[in-house]
């Protein structure tokens, strides 16, 4: 009963969720579809409006321009990016995720509830107005800014990037040093075959860190799913007393205590399950463009069976990795999620 | 008398339906083999369905199958004598065979349709593979792999 509360609780969680501002599609070329939040696919058209939830994939010519007032994103070819949402500081706020391939992003003004932009590796809140984010096949990132500031954080530690500058993550690790690059130079496709290289050269090291990510964002789901837990609860209980709050102090006083207590308390419970998902939806990002497709790399180059102990090592690694994903991450999944 | 010759000619229609059925699957074991032994990791991408089953993993990308083919061809990957050992239509288990988790059973429920076969063919050294596979009039797509285990 419990499992069938909670598929129906996130059906319609998945279903409600909306971007503060619509993404509206102004350009497109070449190989790119959409996946809905409901979980059907079509290609992308100029015209289209996307949404919370929704995923855009470019294939190696597909190139999508999406107008969101004010801001401006070309997604390049061979990327993956999803429209998101978490909740910050008691309030919700869009996230774009990038899991696979590059964006740029232009703001023409800013408001101080700029999106965040997450990869797998770092965080980056918007300061500036023009920059670009690659995600890298080992799940590394580089943030390339043009003009105005960025903030990218990772692993506890923060770095602000200024005009020209560029910074890389690797997965698991906390900014790297601040390097001088005109955006113009950065070729996503070599930046990305070396990173392609790094993830195969040392797959134990590799699947390691996979894990090590996942752990992470594991730890973020039994964190919010506690405290969501403790906010329903309390919210349960004073839904209960409302009557007897109407009774005593009268219905004016109950009304009052119920916009004042009870509506703020029910939509921070909503949002703190909306961070349970998106830590989920980390997870599956993590598992679908990096682990998944380490596997299906060292699956290839091992299938004729020879022996090979590093190849049987990153096995167990991969099982323990499917294992802790199943377990934790699964449960707040959806069908149009897969 | 005429109920007995319905009955006849039910059981062979039936039977020649099963054999069809089972050349067809054949033919299926040794087009794809075939492909991989000879290296056609193009023609094998363009077979292929996305998203697809490579085992637990659900993949999405073109790009990565046409790697994934292209390599197993690379390493010498053959697909030697295979023999037809299961061809059946995908029912609601299935996705058992693959792999038991709710990633592979939804990926079966919707991806797949419902004409879709389960093939298991063994090869020389007595290994097995499962394949995924679609026929239409004009087409055939693969959409998963399993093996060789």
């Known amino acids: 009963m419990k499992t069938i509360t909670l598929a129906v609780g996130l059906l319609v969680l998945v279903l409600l969720c909306g971007f503060a501002v619509p993404n509206d599609v102004v350009y497109s070329e070449g190989e790119a579809s959409v996946r809905y939040k409901g979980g059907y696919e079509e290609e992308v058209f100029i015209g289209d409006v996307y949404d919370t939830g929704d995923t855009i994939t470019t294939g190696y010519d597909g190139f999508v321009e999406l107008d969101q007032e004010g801001l401006v994103l070309k997604i390049n070819p061979d990327t993956v990016f999803a429209l998101q949402e978490k909740e910050e500081g008691g309030e919700k706020t869009g996230v774009f995720a990038l899991a696979l391939g590059s964006i740029k992003f232009r703001y023409d003004r800013l408001t101080g509830k700029e999106p965040m932009i997450h990869t797998s590796s770092c965080v980056a809140g918007v300061r500036g107005t023009e920059f670009s984010v690659y995600a890298g096949a080992d799940g590394s990132a580089l943030i390339v800014v043009d003009s105005g500031l960025v903030e990218v954080e990772s692993e506890g530690r923060a770095v602000q990037l200024g005009a020209e500058e560029g910074v890389e993550v690797p997965l698991g690790e906390p900014p790297g040093e601040k390097f001088r690059v005109p955006a113009e130079k950065i070729d996503y496709r070599s930046w990305n075959k070396d990173k392609l290289s790094k993830l195969l050269d040392d797959p134990i090291e590799s699947i390691q860190r996979i894990i090590e990510r996942l752990d992470n964002y594991i730890s973020n789901v039994e964190k919010y799913k506690a405290l969501h837990a403790e906010y329903s609860e309390k919210l349960a209980e004073d839904r209960e007393n409302l009557p007897q709050r109407a009774e005593k102090e009268g219905q004016d006083a109950a009304r009052k205590y119920s916009q004042k207590v009870i509506d703020p308390l029910s939509i921070q419970t909503f949002n703190l399950f909306l961070n349970v998902r998106y830590y989920s939806l980390a997870s599956l990002s993590l598992r679908r463009y990096v682990g998944g497709r380490l596997y299906t790399f060292m699956k290839a180059a091992n299938i004729t069976g020879e022996s090979n102990r590093d190849y049987t090592e990153y096995l167990k690694l991969h099982e323990r990795f499917l294992n802790s994903f199943e377990s934790s991450i699964v449960p707040y999944l959806v069908d149009a999620d897969i | ?149």
């Open chain 2, 1 to 149: 008398m005429k109920k007995l010759t319905f009955l006849l000619l039910a059981a062979v229609l039936l039977a020649s339906c099963a054999s069809i059925q089972r050349s067809e699957d054949e033919g299926n074991i040794e087009r794809i083999s075939k492909l991989i032994n000879t290296g056609q990791a193009e023609q094998l991408t363009a077979m292929t369905e996305l998203p697809f089953l490579l085992d637990q993993e659900i993949i999405l990308l073109e790009n990565d199958m046409l790697t994934f083919w292209r390599t197993i061809v690379e390493v010498g990957f053959k697909v030697e004598e295979p023999l037809l050992e299961r061809g059946e239509r995908i029912d609601a288990d299935s996705y058992k065979d693959f792999y038991d988790s709710m990633e592979v059973q939804t990926f079966f429920d919707k991806y797949l349709e419902k004409q879709s076969r389960l093939l298991e063919l063994k090869t020389n050294t007595d290994q097995r593979i499962l394949l995924l596979v679609t026929d239409t009039l004009f087409t055939r797509k693969i959409h998963g792999f399993k093996g060789p285990y």
